[in-house]
């Protein structure tokens, strides 16, 4: 009957080394899942803080592409006769009536 007891004290002492093992790693499975849930709330924050940068960013280009066409509606159009006159000509006369210029051969 000793025999069996010290057999049966064997068997449990195994037992509470497994359970304290276990413990142990549900310990630090559970530390994991809390490192876990901060990095995804972190990542969280951050995700809303891009969504709204970008949203900021959107309003400005808007307002950017709305400023730039209200300059080109404002450009003369290549019919328009205020045009500026580049090249020291009067608006709609060909550039055949002009004189060519010399070239030097050499």
């Known amino acids: ?3 069996e007891l010290e057999q049966l004290a064997g068997k449990i002492t195994r037992v ?3 359970a304290d093992a276990l413990a142990a790693e549900n310990q630090r499975l559970r530390a994991e899942v809390e490192r876990l849930q901060a990095d995804a709330e972190t ?3 951050e995700r ?3 969504i709204a940068d970008r949203s900021v960013l959107n309003a400005k280009i808007e307002e950017a592409q709305l400023r730039i066409q209200s300059i080109l509606d404002k450009l003369p159009t290549a ?3 205020r045009q500026l006159d580049l090249l020291g000509q009067a608006a709609g006369t060909d550039d055949t009536t002009a004189a060519p210029a010399p070239h030097s051969e050499t």
């Open 1 to 3: 009957m000793l025999n």
């Open 16 to 18: 509470l080394r497994h």
């Open 79 to 81: 019919t328009d006769a």
């Open 48 to 50: 809303d803080a891009m």
């Open 43 to 45: 990542a969280k924050t």
